[in-house]
């Protein structure tokens, strides 16, 4: 599928073009996809009640739902923040109407404004078209939560969305991709399916790839008991471009710091795409792996790499889903049994680029930023660590520390619009379970608002590479840069640069 | 009108309980501050001050909104200081000093609600996402600001014995409701909020206290966050695993 696009179209299209995308549909999930992850198998007669029901349980469990779906007024702050939106201007792209494709059924069934003044208060009864644009358009979320920031209420639509998600799989009308790929982290470890042989024998040729290239035994450790560190890092590290350059990085990194580390086959994938579909007991499950790798092999720190979903659930959620973190209660027992294990000198879990920007910091590892003089770098925040994480202790260590590891390894480094940088970032298009490629021309249109920012910092600044800390990030504009008229080598990670200057 | 007032009062006040029990008994499972957030309970007291008084999302995402949601929460604060005199006696010497910003207020208000209104019917953006029920709220805020405008410049009714008919409907010991047509549009509209509040867009204002995107602290390597119902899965999962 060819798909180009320039980022000044569009541009002067009326507001509203509505069912622009009501064509882009994901694919459906197959029945043997569902099952294998114990999801219903396919839509099948009663779906409508089962989907009411599991509204009701979740509306009952998620404080987020309930008061998101009760809150807002229609002030319609968020219309323009989507990227989605602003790519498409399909109505059903903005923040609000997507909840209210939520919101409406809820009215109908949920309270007694909806229940007697339907027409008035815009509620809806669950039909199977409703259903099918929920399937549509809650697969054009990227849960990037940019909208959030300036709601009024603090909306987030990544909630509703995961929630919309949640009750699809729970009628059997899940999302191929992700249902696929959840699969695969249990079946075989990491969600591209790489098995621990191919694993090994992957890491063991870029060993000696590297021992030829910089003449150093730089080592890429499996499954080794007693390693201070334990990397959980996104499985596209290991042999997508350009991410295996950051994974070389963090090699590099431990090398020179002499801090012994180890990735684990069980634990070979740092995503956790429970998130995307707003499914607790998955996201546990999937989160789970990392507390069995981490006591089977002792570490006493855990690290993730370069991932922006991931960061978001290892920061913010592992500590509830498996206890990596501190300040259990003492009767908490599974929070406890880990927290006794790891090293409370160091943050739990920790950030490669927390490690990387303390080492360079002590003066632990050293580095020649000329290697990178070819680069005038710039930063695009991912969304995950931008708004749903931080770094470090100051609250915007998640902005800071990655801009000052670039400084350090680089000369030249500009920002691209402040408008489109730090908590105002706009998704890379890809993000949230959107990485595939039916859904490719959602995903062009959707980097719109960044390839602009990336053009006049193009333009004006000659920026030539743009780091970023995130897997579908880099996945993403590597697919849609050449349809902006780019180079899909200009983007690379953090890492890739520290890799470029590190001196071992 | 004084069974109205009961009524109206009753619906409100156990509608909105019933409703903060209900948020305040959901669990939140995962901590989800949108960030950057503060990190402990202080800062998040002072962020959500900052929502509450300054409107300080909004300002990010909209100015021109900004300005009319402004114009009318502060109005109306203004206004509802200055109807403080009708529940108290004696009215306290502050809330006689204030009484002039009432007016002022009310002004606010109607700029603030025609603004709103305005953007509601000339953004395309706007104009989708609007319901009818959306312009009905405006429309009876503004005949509730409207009517109390015109009574303050043009028909002044009898203030003494409105102040006479509230004092007697919170004390329990009624006193006529004075027959002024004007009066009784006013109190009817108000009714009307007061009762519709607990189950419509009104729940705005209580649901920002609740919302975990801005009421959680951003705390979660440091201390471990479990809602009940995790919690309880985490013990049957346990158990399993036990057995």
């Known amino acids: 599928m060819a798909v180009s696009a320039h980022v000044d179209e569009n541009e002067d299209a009326p507001e509203l073009i509505p069912g622009a995308t009501a064509g882009v549909k994901s694919f459906v999930a197959p029945p043997e996809t569902q099952e294998a992850i114990g999801f219903t198998p396919a839509l099948t007669d009663g779906w409508q009640e089962r989907a009411l029901q599991r509204m009701g349980e979740l509306l009952e469990r998620y404080r987020s739902l309930r008061v998101f779906m009760d809150a807002c007024v229609h002030c319609g702050a968020c219309t323009d923040k989507c990227h989605y939106y602003l790519g498409t201007r399909d109505p059903n792209n903005m923040p609000v109407a997507r909840q209210e494709l939520m919101r409406r059924v809820y009215r109908r069934y949920f309270t007694p404004a909806g229940r007697l003044f339907p027409k008035l208060v815009g509620a809806r009864e669950l039909t199977k078209e409703v259903l099918e644009e929920w399937f549509t358009y809650y697969y054009q979320c990227s849960e990037c939560r940019r909208c959030s920031i300036f709601c009024p209420y603090g909306i987030d639509t990544a909630e509703v969305t995961m929630a919309a998600r949640e009750i699809l799989n729970s009628v059997g009308y899940g999302q191929k991709y992700s249902n696929e790929i959840i699969g695969k982290v249990h079946r075989i470890g990491n969600n591209l399916g790489l098995n621990p042989a191919a694993l090994r024998n992957t890491l063991e040729g870029l060993e000696e790839e590297l021992k030829e290239e910089v003449g150093r035994e730089i080592r890429f450790p499996v499954d080794e008991k007693g390693a201070e560190v334990l990397l959980v890092t996104p499985s596209a590290d290991f042999f997508a471009e350009p991410h295996i350059y950051s994974l070389i990085g963090y090699a590099k990194v431990f090398h020179a710091a002499g801090i012994s580390w180890t990735l684990s086959t069980k634990a070979s994938e740092g995503g956790n795409f429970g998130l995307f579909i707003g499914n607790y007991d998955q996201l546990r499950r999937i989160a789970l792996r990392i507390r069995e790798a981490a006591l089977e092999l002792g570490v006493k720190r855990v690290v993730v790499g370069e991932c922006g979903h991931a960061w978001r659930v290892a920061y913010s959620f592992w500590n509830t889903l498996i206890g990596v973190g501190a300040g259990a209660d003492p009767e908490d027992r599974y929070g406890q049994m880990l927290q006794r294990q790891l090293d409370h000198r160091y943050k739990q879990p920790s950030h490669i680029c927390e490690v990387t920007y303390d080492l360079l910091e002590r003066g632990a590892i050293k580095v020649d930023p000329t290697a990178n003089d070819r680069y005038v770098v710039t930063f695009h925040d991912s969304c995950n660590v931008a708004r749903a994480s931080r770094m470090g202790s100051s609250s915007e260590g998640q902005f800071e520390i990655p801009r000052a590891i670039i400084r350090r390894v680089a000369r030249r480094f500009v920002e691209m619009n402040p408008e489109t940088t730090r908590e105002r970032t706009f998704c890379c298009g890809g993000g949230g379970g959107l990485l595939t490629d039916e859904l490719l021309e959602i995903r062009v249109k959707g980097a719109k608002p960044r390839m602009k920012a990336l053009k006049a910092a193009v333009e004006q600044e000659g920026v030539n590479f743009m780091a970023t800390i995130c897997a579908i990030c880099k996945a993403q504009f590597t697919k849609v840069l050449p349809a902006y008229g780019f180079k899909m080598s200009m983007v690379g990670g953090v890492h890739q640069l520290v890799s470029n200057a590190i001196l071992l | ?243």
């Open chain 2, 1 to 243: 009108m004084l069974v109205l007032f009961y009524v109206a009062s009753a619906v409100f006040v156990v509608g909105l309980v019933l409703k903060l029990v209900q948020y305040g008994r959901t669990p939140a499972p995962l901590k989800i501050p949108t960030t950057p957030a503060p990190a402990t309970r202080g800062g998040v007291i002072w962020r959500l001050v900052k929502e509450v008084t300054v409107f300080e999302s909004l300002f990010k995402g909209d100015l021109l909104l900004w300005l009319f949601a402004i114009l009318f929460h502060g109005g109306l604060l203004l206004v509802t200081v200055r109807h403080l005199r009708y529940f108290l006696d004696p009215v306290p010497e502050v809330i006689v000093w204030l009484q002039p910003f009432g007016i002022y207020g009310g002004m606010a208000m109607v700029v603030g609600l025609l603004g709103l209104w305005g953007r509601r019917l000339l953004i395309a953006r706007v104009r989708y996402i609007s319901t009818v029920s959306d312009h009905l709220w405006l429309l009876l805020l503004l005949v509730l600001a409207g009517s109390g405008l015109l009574m303050t410049f043009v028909t002044h009714p009898d203030v003494v014995a409105v102040k006479a008919f509230v004092r007697g409907a919170i004390t329990f010991s009624p006193e006529p409701f004075p027959s002024d047509l004007m009066v009784a549009l006013h109190l009817l509209a108000f009714f009307v909020l007061l009762v519709l509040f607990p189950f419509s867009k009104l729940l705005h204002a209580p649901g920002l206290f609740f919302s975990p995107t801005r009421n959680q602290a951003d705390d979660p390597r440091e201390r471990r966050h479990l809602a009940s119902w995790a919690a309880a899965l985490e013990r049957e999962k346990a158990g399993a695993e036990e057995r």
